[in-house]
């Protein structure tokens, strides 16, 4: 090819195995999942001192809870003493320590060893290089991240910097306080299909035309295939008679203060990789997080977030969280056509990426550098 020719309309993707594979899939729960830096609960959903998720990374079952301190910590949900699991549940409260239930270790919420039967006849026992292994976390946007590497990446390179690469700048989010917001609603999705293919079709909009009825109808010029995530700082512009980002296009709720002008009756989506998904409207913030259990199965749980005067009023938030619950099972059912043809011989080369979708081509290699 000289430099004169035009580029291919057509750029290959991924071999159908990388959707099917366990060893592809293992490769990625150790080099992406359990390498980087993972969103793993909303902050406030860990009420007061003693309130606890249990959430996995990877092939790492990790225990998120807030100390007495209010300050909010991540361990290996692994006692050091026999290795069984802390804590069980997906969710809980504890007054002031976790117990282990094998053999009663307990650790205050620091993760400090400070009780187990016989412990006071064993001086030697060094109670903090005892206590449970940390997990580093940081607090953004009003939930908690999490990484289980030893040595964990730039937070603001690998997190905030995906949002600077898709709006240009982090001040473009900031002005959506999505921290002060509150939980509207949450679904929760589990859907038979790989995670890469959710990811994909989050970041283009070729089939939002064929599939999408409701949101074409919203951001019209989604019809036309180019998704908000194809242009560096663009945002989809509601159609001229859509009043907010509703099901029907009606008035939603009370616009954010922060939105600016710019920003106000658009819609913005970012790729925070591996797995979260958020999407900026006038009136609420909705956040996807995703949780790959095996090459062909993935948990989504989706929170749409509102001013919190907007939630304390009991506002019939339904028209809002349609709109994207549509969107979701209608995506949701997409990959899951797609799944089983991941396996088909005539996908074993994989299969093409028009122009439009060309972007998806830089997630491919990222994700086989991470796994080669």
């Given at each position: 090819m000289t430099?004169?020719?035009?580029?291919?309309?057509?750029?290959?993707?991924?071999?159908?195995?990388?959707?099917?594979d366990p060893a592809i899939f293992a490769a990625e729960q150790e080099h992406i999942v359990e390498a980087g830096w993972v969103c793993v609960a909303l902050a406030a959903d860990l009420t007061g001192p003693g309130s606890y998720r249990t959430v996995q990374l990877g092939r790492e079952s990790v225990v998120v809870v807030r100390g007495r301190d209010s300050q909010i910590r991540a361990f290996f949900n692994v006692c050091r003493h026999?290795?069984?699991?802390?804590?069980?549940?997906?969710?809980?409260?504890?007054?002031?320590?976790?117990?282990?239930?094998?053999?009663?270790?307990?650790?205050?919420?620091?993760?400090?060893?400070?009780?187990?039967?016989?412990?006071?006849?064993?001086?030697?026992?060094?109670?903090?290089?005892?206590g449970l292994a940390p997990v580093a976390v940081r607090e953004w946007i009003g939930y908690v991240w999490a990484c289980v590497a030893p040595d964990p990446p730039s937070f603001e390179e690998e997190v905030i910097?995906?949002?600077?690469?898709?709006?240009?700048?982090?001040?473009?989010?900031?002005?959506?306080?999505?921290e002060n917001l509150a939980l509207g609603r949450r679904i929760s999705y589990d859907v038979a299909a790989n995670w890469k293919l959710i990811v994909e079709n989050f970041m283009e909009c070729y089939h939002c035309a064929t599939i999408h009825p409701e949101l074409t109808e919203v951001l019209p010029e989604f019809a036309d295939g180019y998704a908000a995530q194809y242009y560096v700082g663009h945002g989809a512009a509601f159609g001229a008679g859509v009043q907010g980002f509703t099901v029907d296009g009606s008035a939603g709720h009370t616009r954010i203060p922060g939105?600016?002008?710019?920003?106000?009756?658009?819609?913005?989506?970012?790729?925070i990789r591996p797995g979260v998904f958020v999407n900026l409207v006038p009136d609420h913030v909705i956040v996807h997080r995703m949780t790959p259990v095996a090459p062909d199965r993935t948990l989504v749980e989706c929170d749409w977030?509102?001013?919190?005067?907007?939630?304390?009023?009991?506002?019939?938030?339904a028209a809002s969280v349609?709109?994207?619950?549509?969107?979701?099972?209608?995506?949701?059912?997409?990959?899951?056509r797609t799944q089983p043809a991941m396996s088909s011989r005539i996908y074993a080369r994989g299969g093409n990426l028009v122009p439009s979708e060309h972007h998806i081509a830089e997630f491919h290699a990222w994700v086989a550098e991470r796994v080669r």
């Open positions: 430099t004169l020719d035009p580029a291919p309309s057509l750029v290959p993707t991924l071999g159908g195995h990388w959707y099917t026999r290795g069984a699991q802390i804590c069980t549940e997906p969710a809980g409260q504890v007054r002031n320590k976790l117990q282990c239930p094998y053999h009663a270790w307990t650790y205050d919420l620091t993760g400090t060893l400070i009780a187990a039967p016989n412990l006071t006849r064993m001086p030697d026992v060094d109670r903090f290089a005892n910097g995906a949002v600077v690469t898709r709006l240009g700048d982090v001040e473009s989010i900031d002005h959506y306080g999505v939105v600016s002008a710019e920003q106000d009756r658009r819609y913005f989506a970012i790729t977030l509102f001013l919190s005067e907007v939630v304390a009023s009991d506002a019939d938030l349609e709109l994207f619950h549509r969107v979701n099972a209608q995506d949701f059912a997409a990959c899951e």
